[in-house]
């Protein structure tokens, strides 16, 4: 994302640090997030991502560093100041008043009413597609239209920058797709900033234009999914993100060979090509494609990922392959041992 | 002090803003202290050493009056009267309500609800209405006020509370292990005794105490339906106009100290989970 | 118990048979007295003291119950709301920091709650006569502040004493309501997810209009059921009125005591009790009707 240079930034974090007691949860943080962008903190549980976002929408205060929000400093300003709306993971609605009124609720708060205001509610409404649910309390809606709401009241207000906290988190593996693809059609339209905390990498990957990786309080690796898929920078990293076979090479350094670069052979590799000898030690059949693990003589293990129509016709537990993978489709990680 | 600056201060509470309020704590702990002021007044007047009928003005620390807490002939009396009383009325309201509310938790009935109302009702009744209608009952029944029916009242009114008590201890009540206990052979009287009893011990302790101390403290049902019969708080009342002995502020300091202690004991065991109230854990 | 595969019982005769004591005890001791109640109310005495009665549907009972009882009705009423009243708001803003601020103390701070209340009801209002007599700490402190002619003119005084007043009266119900209405609420307010006043917050709503939009309606069911708690058995007080009150401070239980008591009058006495229970009745519909515990508050 070569453009981004040129957008106007719309989040700043400088030197963002919190520490609760002696544990350090946002270790110095930098981040600038453009305007229009989906960015995601992605990152395994108490990696201080859920802070971050807390510090962002102003519940809570940074020991040190600085928020700023359309180039303004909002560090030490209430949520109410900030023009930062959340979507909570657990969609916080108010169960005593109706979507229309959840969703009139931003505005009335902020004394913004107007006859105006009625139209809009309307048409945020029809594009969260839950025209017909105004009058329905919380408790009558489905999980996924719950969730509609929730990011119908988040967005009425056109925040500079509309917070996800894990969006899909509550909701189960069959909605998520459509969600998923609804949620970025969303941001598309009304073209707000949004920032996702995730720990899912599917999620983060297929909504995310950016994300970062965080361990620690600190930031591993931003980039773009593919950026961060195929050119991870470390073990961690690389592991995180998906199935990772990470071979050394020459002194400490390690080389990363993601599983479905690899194909099984009868013979040795070719001329671009490197590979090893060994036995499955494991199979896994997954309709459209193949897990398995290869064992080496040395002992260690090979994780592939073969698609169904490469796979050779009979696959048995002990068979002798070879693992062939390109040269090419080796990255060398920049840092740190396993 | 804004928000923000509160929140400056303090950056280790994650507590959300407005929930901090500095005067909130102040006023809290002002009704607390009128809450235990009477308790105060009571506590430190079993120390006086009363100089008039009416232990009511201070004198000086003594401690001849927890030394002799039965010095009081007729007093001492009432007391015993009434903890018999409270006794034998607990122990009916539990073996009444005891398989009545099994039976609630256990099975499905039909007009359960009807029958939870039936509980609930005679706590929504003024004590003197109450009262008054089981005296007429009483005199229709040509069943003179006394113990008979005091021991019948008491059952009547600790009998909610009772049932209540017990309801909402085994609402938890997991019933896989009678079930089994059943499974391995066990009677049911075995399961009932060996299983079930300890299990809803804690349960039942506190559900008695809260009976025992319910009965040792009515006043107005009892001044009805008592007849010749004086109990603790019948004697401090009839009392009032002419003696008001140190003794009264003893022994219900020892009630008080008794419940207290039971109560801590039985709330020990189900402690289980802790209400997260403040906000904001780290989800991530 | 459940199994009893070895007594030749049906399994549906169990529950029946667990329930049958308890309830043929409220049906017999509670259930009929209130209907011989009722029908007391409607019955003529045949003698003038005696107990004997005969039915009539001569509404007589019920016209000396109104011209007797409803002025103390009427004060009882008073009374017992202005308790409530000053019970929600003393005990609100407490059951409101001992959810947010409680935090691992909450049980604690919530048992400190009830923890007065395991003695003698009597014995804590005869205490209270200690703490409001001429002589006792508060009447010092107004004395010593000077304030005494000033809570005259109020009326928060009367003669320049505290013992014995409409004040000490309605103080006494406060406090010994005061558990019945703060633990409801204690626990309405532990049921709202904070997470509700982040939202509100973020959606920019300041802190009066959180409270006004957000908490009080969720409170709303806690706040009713406690404050029925409270006025519902202080309108039938008979304890603080005989200690705290003064001479014009009798209460309807007072009346209705004095009635079965002293002068045997048993019909008035019922005729008067059904009014209250109507009272009651009503108020206790429309908490279940309008506010029953499943719709949690209004709009």
Same mark, same amino acid.
């Given at each position: 994302?070569?453009?981004?240079?040129?957008?106007?930034?719309?989040l700043?974090?400088?030197?963002?640090?919190?520490?609760?007691?002696?544990?350090?949860?946002?270790?110095?943080?930098?981040?600038?997030?453009? *305007?229009?962008?989906?960015f995601?903190?992605?990152?395994?549980?108490?990696?201080?991502?859920?802070?971050?976002? &807390?510090?962002?929408?102003?519940?809570?205060?940074?020991?040190?560093?600085?928020?700023?929000?359309?180039?303004?400093?909002?560090?030490?300003?209430?949520?109410?100041?900030?023009?930062?709306?959340?979507?909570?993971?657990?969609?916080?609605?108010?169960?005593?008043?109706?979507?229309?009124?959840?969703?009139?609720?931003?505005?009335?708060?902020?004394?913004?009413?107007?006859?105006?205001t009625? &139209?809009q509610?309307?048409?945020?409404?029809?594009?969260?597609?839950?025209?017909? *649910?105004?009058?329905?309390?919380?408790?009558?809606?489905?999980?996924?239209? &719950?969730?509609?709401?929730?990011?119908?009241?988040?967005?009425?207000?056109?925040?500079?920058?509309?917070?996800?906290?894990?969006?899909?988190?509550?909701?189960?593996?069959?909605?998520?797709?459509?969600?998923?693809?609804?949620?970025?059609?969303?941001?598309r339209?009304?073209?707000?900033?949004?920032?996702?905390?995730?720990?899912?990498?599917?999620?983060?990957?297929?909504?995310?234009?950016?994300?970062?990786?965080?361990?620690?309080? $600190?930031?591993?690796?931003?980039?773009?999914?593919?950026?961060?898929?195929?050119?991870?920078?470390?073990?961690?990293?690389?592991?995180?993100?998906?199935?990772?076979?990470?071979?050394?090479?020459?002194?400490?350094?390690?080389?990363?060979?993601?599983?479905?670069?690899?194909?099984?052979?009868?013979?040795?590799?070719?001329?671009?090509?490197?590979?090893?000898?060994?036995?499955?030690?494991?199979?896994?059949?997954?309709?459209?494609?193949?897990?398995?693990?290869?064992? &080496?003589?040395?002992?260690?293990?090979?994780?592939?990922?073969?698609n169904?129509?490469?796979?050779?016709?009979?696959?048995?537990?002990?068979?002798?392959?070879?693992?062939?993978?390109? $040269?090419?489709?080796?990255?060398?990680?920049?840092?740190?041992?396993? | 002090?804004?928000?923000?600056?509160?929140?400056?201060?303090?950056?280790?509470?994650?507590?959300?803003?407005?929930?901090?309020?500095?005067?909130?704590?102040?006023?809290?702990?002002?009704?607390y202290?009128?809450?235990?002021?009477?308790?105060?007044?009571?506590?430190?007047?079993?120390?006086?050493?009363?100089?008039?009928?009416?232990?009511?003005?201070?004198?000086?620390?003594?401690?001849?009056?927890?030394?002799?807490?039965?010095?009081?002939?007729?007093?001492?009396?009432?007391?015993?009267?009434?903890?018999?009383?409270?006794?034998?009325?607990?122990?009916?309201?539990?073996l009444?309500?005891?398989?009545?509310?099994?039976? #609630?938790?256990?099975?499905?009935?039909?007009?359960?609800?009807?029958l939870?109302?039936?509980?609930?009702?005679?706590?929504? #009744?003024?004590?003197?209405?109450?009262?008054?209608?089981?005296?007429?009952?009483?005199?229709?029944?040509?069943?003179?006020?006394?113990?008979?029916?005091?021991?019948?009242?008491?059952?009547?009114?600790?009998?909610?509370?009772?049932?209540?008590?017990?309801?909402?201890?085994?609402?938890?009540?997991?019933?896989t292990?009678?079930?089994?206990a059943?499974?391995?052979?066990?009677?049911p009287?075995?399961?009932?005794?060996?299983?079930?009893?300890?299990?809803?011990?804690?349960?039942?302790?506190?559900?008695?105490?809260?009976?025992?101390?319910?009965?040792?403290?009515?006043?107005?049902?009892?001044?009805?339906?008592?007849g010749?019969v004086?109990?603790?708080?019948?004697?401090?009342?009839g009392?009032?106009?002419?003696?008001?002995?140190?003794?009264?502020?003893v022994?219900?300091?020892?009630?008080?100290?008794?419940?207290?202690?039971?109560?801590?004991?039985?709330?020990?065991?189900?402690?289980?989970?802790?209400?997260?109230?403040?906000?904001?854990?780290?989800?991530? | 118990?459940?199994?009893?595969? +070895?007594?030749?019982?049906?399994?549906?005769?169990?529950?029946?048979?667990?329930?049958?004591?308890?309830?043929?005890?409220?049906?017999?001791?509670?259930?009929?007295?209130?209907?011989?109640?009722?029908?007391?109310?409607?019955?003529?005495?045949?003698?003038?003291?005696?107990?004997?009665?005969?039915?009539?549907?001569?509404?007589?009972?019920? +016209?000396?119950?109104?011209?007797?009882?409803?002025?103390?009705?009427?004060?009882?009423?008073?009374?017992?709301?202005?308790?409530?009243?000053?019970?929600?708001?003393?005990g609100?803003?407490?059951?409101?920091?001992?959810?947010?601020?409680?935090?691992?103390?909450?049980p604690?701070?919530?048992?400190?709650?009830?923890?007065?209340?395991?003695?003698?009801?009597?014995?804590?209002?005869?205490?209270?006569?200690?703490?409001?007599?001429?002589?006792?700490?508060? %009447?010092?402190?107004?004395?010593?502040?000077?304030?005494?002619?000033?809570?005259?003119?109020?009326g928060?005084?009367?003669?320049?004493?505290?013992?014995?007043?409409?004040?000490?009266?309605v103080?006494?119900?406060?406090?010994?309501?005061?558990?019945?209405?703060?633990?409801?609420?204690?626990a309405?307010?532990?049921?709202?997810?904070?997470?509700?006043?982040?939202?509100?917050?973020?959606?920019?709503?300041?802190?009066?209009?959180i409270?006004?939009?957000?908490?009080?309606?969720?409170?709303?069911?806690g706040?009713?059921?406690?404050?029925?708690?409270?006025?519902?058995?202080?309108?039938?007080?008979?304890?603080?009125?005989?200690?705290?009150?003064?001479?014009?401070?009798? %209460?309807?239980g007072?009346?209705?005591?004095?009635?079965?008591?002293?002068?045997?009058?048993?019909?008035?006495?019922?005729?008067?009790?059904?009014?209250?229970?109507?009272?009651?009745?009503?108020?206790?519909?429309?908490?279940?009707r309008?506010?029953?515990?499943?719709?949690?508050?209004?709009?």
């Amino acid at each position: 994302m070569s453009d981004l240079s040129n957008k106007a930034p719309v989040l700043e974090l400088q030197g963002l640090y919190r520490r609760f007691g002696t544990l350090v949860a946002v270790d110095h943080l930098d981040l600038t997030l453009y *305007k229009g962008e989906f960015f995601t903190l992605l990152g395994a549980s108490g990696c201080g991502k859920t802070t971050i976002m &807390r510090l962002i929408a102003g519940f809570d205060q940074p020991n040190a560093g600085r928020v700023m929000l359309d180039g303004v400093d909002v560090t030490h300003l209430p949520p109410q100041a900030r023009n930062v709306h959340t979507m909570f993971q657990q969609y916080a609605l108010f169960p005593h008043l109706s979507v229309w009124d959840n969703i009139a609720f931003g505005p009335r708060a902020q004394g913004k009413e107007t006859s105006d205001t009625k &139209r809009q509610i309307g048409d945020m409404l029809d594009i969260v597609g839950l025209a017909e *649910k105004a009058d329905f309390k919380p408790n009558e809606l489905s999980g996924g239209q &719950r969730q509609r709401v929730a990011l119908a009241r988040a967005l009425i207000n056109t925040p500079s920058l509309l917070l996800l906290d894990e969006p899909l988190g509550a909701l189960d593996a069959s909605m998520r797709r459509g969600l998923q693809l609804e949620l970025k059609r969303i941001q598309r339209e009304t073209g707000i900033t949004f920032l996702m905390v995730s720990h899912d990498q599917d999620e983060a990957f297929s909504m995310s234009d950016r994300l970062v990786v965080l361990n620690a309080g $600190r930031i591993e690796q931003l980039g773009t999914p593919r950026e961060i898929y195929e050119r991870s920078n470390s073990s961690y990293v690389a592991g995180f993100v998906g199935q990772a076979n990470l071979l050394p090479e020459d002194g400490d350094n390690l080389s990363l060979l993601r599983p479905e670069r690899i194909r099984l052979s009868q013979n040795p590799p070719g001329s671009d090509e490197e590979g090893c000898q060994g036995h499955l030690s494991a199979l896994f059949y997954q309709g459209a494609d193949w897990r398995l693990e290869l064992t &080496r003589a040395d002992g260690s293990v090979l994780f592939i990922l073969l698609n169904a129509n490469e796979a050779p016709p009979s696959l048995t537990l002990g068979d002798s392959f070879w693992a062939v993978w390109k $040269r090419t489709d080796l990255h060398r990680l920049t840092s740190g041992a396993i | 002090m804004t928000v923000s600056q509160l929140n400056q201060k303090r950056p280790n509470k994650r507590s959300f803003s407005f929930k901090t309020i500095p005067w909130l704590t102040l006023w809290s702990i002002g009704v607390y202290a009128i809450l235990f002021a009477p308790v105060a007044v009571i506590v430190l007047f079993s120390f006086n050493d009363s100089q008039s009928r009416f232990n009511l003005i201070w004198h000086g620390f003594t401690l001849k009056n927890w030394l002799n807490p039965f010095a009081d002939p007729t007093l001492a009396q009432a007391f015993f009267t009434s903890l018999a009383l409270a006794l034998l009325a607990t122990c009916l309201c539990i073996l009444l309500a005891l398989p009545m509310t099994m039976a #609630l938790e256990r099975f499905r009935i039909r007009g359960a609800s009807a029958l939870e109302m039936l509980l609930v009702l005679p706590l929504t #009744l003024p004590e003197v209405v109450l009262g008054a209608s089981l005296l007429l009952l009483f005199v229709q029944l040509r069943l003179p006020p006394g113990p008979v029916a005091l021991v019948i009242a008491h059952t009547l009114f600790c009998l909610s509370y009772t049932a209540m008590a017990l309801k909402a201890r085994l609402g938890g009540h997991d019933w896989t292990l009678e079930e089994a206990a059943a499974d391995l052979g066990a009677k049911p009287s075995r399961i009932f005794t060996q299983i079930t009893l300890p299990r809803l011990a804690p349960g039942l302790l506190s559900a008695g105490l809260l009976s025992l101390s319910i009965s040792m403290d009515d006043y107005v049902v009892s001044s009805i339906t008592a007849g010749s019969v004086v109990t603790f708080p019948l004697r401090i009342a009839g009392a009032f106009q002419r003696q008001i002995s140190p003794q009264i502020h003893v022994l219900s300091t020892m009630v008080l100290l008794i419940s207290l202690v039971a109560l801590v004991l039985s709330c020990r065991e189900p402690e289980g989970r802790t209400n997260a109230s403040t906000v904001g854990t780290d989800g991530d | 118990m459940k199994p009893l595969r +070895n007594l030749r019982l049906s399994r549906r005769a169990i529950p029946l048979l667990l329930v049958a004591p308890g309830v043929a005890w409220l049906l017999f001791f509670f259930v009929l007295p209130i209907l011989q109640l009722l029908l007391e109310s409607w019955s003529q005495p045949t003698t003038r003291f005696g107990l004997e009665s005969t039915l009539s549907a001569n509404p007589q009972n019920y +016209n000396d119950a109104i011209s007797l009882a409803s002025p103390l009705l009427l004060r009882s009423i008073g009374v017992a709301g202005l308790a409530t009243a000053i019970g929600l708001v003393i005990g609100f803003p407490m059951a409101w920091w001992v959810v947010c601020r409680g935090g691992r103390w909450k049980p604690l701070l919530t048992g400190l709650v009830v923890t007065p209340f395991f003695f003698s009801y009597l014995v804590r209002t005869i205490a209270w006569t200690t703490l409001l007599a001429d002589s006792g700490p508060l %009447m010092q402190a107004i004395k010593f502040l000077s304030l005494g002619h000033l809570l005259n003119t109020i009326g928060l005084l009367q003669d320049g004493r505290l013992l014995n007043t409409t004040t000490a009266l309605v103080a006494g119900l406060t406090y010994n309501y005061l558990p019945f209405l703060v633990l409801p609420i204690i626990a309405s307010l532990g049921t709202i997810d904070p997470i509700l006043l982040e939202a509100a917050a973020d959606l920019g709503a300041r802190t009066p209009r959180i409270f006004i939009k957000v908490v009080f309606p969720l409170a709303l069911p806690g706040i009713i059921s406690g404050g029925l708690l409270t006025f519902i058995p202080a309108m039938g007080d008979v304890v603080n009125s005989q200690y705290l009150g003064g001479v014009n401070d009798r %209460m309807i239980g007072n009346l209705i005591a004095d009635l079965v008591l002293i002068q045997q009058r048993f019909s008035t006495a019922a005729a008067i009790s059904m009014l209250l229970l109507t009272m009651i009745g009503i108020s206790l519909l429309i908490y279940t009707r309008k506010l029953g515990p499943t719709s949690p508050g209004g709009n």
